[in-house]
């Protein structure tokens, strides 16, 4: 039977509360949270199995997986106030999510923690069915209540600025008025830091010689009330280059360019098309040169901006859209920029907006300092076939396959093993299961598992001793009497018989 995804839900909750305790009832029908079976590390310090670092969508589900598998020892620190953790209510600008309302993203197998069991919790199944995408303010009021009903141990205002090696143990230096301490350590690092989480903004070097007060990343905070009656220049045309420009012509903007180096407008979503459970489960084993060939096609046909997001910035006359137009010089005239095109016609512009993405680069890291230089990364390992190469994707990190870094010369940096990269710098190695809402799940699950059977194996002796001194009968001895075997005729009787 097909189902549709709009088909009401006969027993859904009707109010937020019955919701939540629903979802308190699926949890103790799971046996959630188990005991917790890690054995502690014997310091005087105190010594934390997991320290997750950053509190947004993937830190959430990698707290919520690890709990739910008796990894109970963690901390989940955000650098963030509370309520602001991840993109959605800072340098995300679209009105809507791309994902389809559908998708179940970080409910963990759980119908009780969908975003659609709490939308409808509040609102009914009418307005679900007439809702089209998910705005993107209440997507982050839905992680906040799942923060919320599954008593996540969130830490805000807490800056993870190092991660050292200790011994077999790893130290995480802290700042910030959340930080109870200058420093903990643990035994395994989750990297859970979303899409800038391994690298940086993508900055061109053609803005290096232009004050900073003429021109913005996307994902920096920029003032758009101050651009209203300016000309304003957007690089790109992905997603949060339109987004940009759509704040900034709702602002008031006297006029947005768009100067865009292809020379067409990139329409399809090539990844969607081949999105399944088949494929999530694949990608890590496919080998290097075809993970190696998926990623980059990906990346050079470019994932176009949503047709909402576009449509909102064409339906301004004062908006414009320039392709084949590659930024090739910037330098200042007064106070106007002067923007210089492979086109050979300059734009004069007031604002100029840098949509030009995230880069990919553990050497940016500052939590790394000291040994990312050590980390491998494709480039080190792969050489892609002519006609395939591509400098950006050889700077995302190798991982192994249960998301930690692997040494780019072997002894070197061991407890490179002990840091798990669960963000957008793990999609080259373990495909989109680590940031974007429609694999969370399973890559916390898988996450969980794999560091659960490191934390075990690592302690093996201690586990079985566990086995040999655990003496706890379940017979008592009164439930059985023994019996002697009947009288009768041996074998040997009947063969003299």
Request: hydrophobic share 40%; glycine share 10%; with cysteine.
């Amino acid at each position: 039977m097909a189902y549709d995804v709009d088909m009401p839900i006969q027993s859904a909750a009707t109010s937020l509360p019955e919701l939540e305790r629903r979802v308190r009832d699926d949890l103790a029908c799971l046996c959630y949270p188990p005991a917790n079976w890690v054995v502690p590390t014997p310091l005087a310090e105190p010594v934390h199995d997991v320290v997750v670092i950053g509190g947004g969508m993937c830190g959430l589900v990698t707290g919520f997986a690890l709990i739910g598998a008796g990894i109970r020892n963690i901390r989940i620190f955000d650098r963030s106030e509370p309520g602001l953790e991840g993109p959605w209510l800072t340098y995300a600008r679209m009105e809507t999510l791309r994902s389809p309302k559908q998708l179940t993203g970080p409910a963990y197998g759980m119908a009780s923690l969908t975003f659609r069991a709490w939308y409808v919790a509040q609102f009914g199944n009418d307005a679900w069915s007439a809702l089209d995408k998910i705005p993107r303010p209440m997507w982050m009021e839905y992680l906040r209540w799942y923060r919320k009903v599954l008593e996540l141990p969130v830490e805000n205002n807490v800056e993870v600025t190092a991660v050292r090696p200790e011994g077999a143990l790893m130290r995480l230096m802290t700042s910030g008025k959340g930080a109870r301490e200058t420093s903990v350590l643990a035994r395994k690092v989750v990297m859970a830091t979303g899409r800038d989480g391994m690298g940086h903004p993508s900055i061109p070097d053609f803005v290096n010689g232009l004050p900073e007060t003429y021109w913005a990343h996307s994902s920096h905070d920029i003032d758009f009330a101050a651009l209203r009656g300016k000309r304003v220049v957007v690089v790109g045309v992905g997603a949060s280059a339109v987004d940009n420009a759509a704040e900034a012509l709702e602002a008031g903007a006297a006029e947005v360019r768009h100067l865009i180096r292809r020379k067409e407008m990139p329409c399809i979503n090539k990844l969607m098309g081949i999105g399944s459970f088949g494929f999530t489960a694949a990608f890590p084993q496919l080998g290097d040169a075809r993970r190696w060939q998926i990623m980059n096609y990906s990346l050079r046909t470019q994932t176009p901006a949503p047709r909402g997001s576009t449509m909102r910035v064409s339906r301004h006359p004062n908006a414009y859209f320039h392709f084949d137009a590659a930024v090739e010089t910037v330098e200042l005239d007064g106070d106007e920029i002067v923007v210089g095109t492979s086109q050979g016609k300059p734009v004069r512009a007031d604002f100029l907006i840098l949509g030009t993405g995230f880069g990919v680069d553990p050497l940016a890291r500052k939590e790394l300092d000291g040994y990312a230089d050590k980390i491998l990364l494709w480039q080190d390992r792969f050489t892609p076939p002519p006609g395939q190469e591509n400098e950006q994707l050889g700077k995302f990190p190798y991982l192994a396959e249960d998301f930690t870094f692997l040494e780019r010369v072997p002894g070197e940096a061991p407890w490179l093993a002990n840091i798990h990269s669960f963000n957008s710098g793990a999609a080259a190695s373990l495909g989109k299961v680590s940031g974007d809402i429609p694999g969370i799940s399973e890559g916390a699950s898988w996450l969980a598992r794999e560091i659960a059977a490191k934390l075990y194996e690592e302690n093996f002796g201690q586990y079985w001793q566990r086995l040999l001194d655990y003496d706890t009968p379940e017979l008592r001895g009164d439930e059985w009497t023994a019996s002697p075997l009947p009288d009768g005729e041996t074998l040997d009787d009947r063969k003299q018989a």
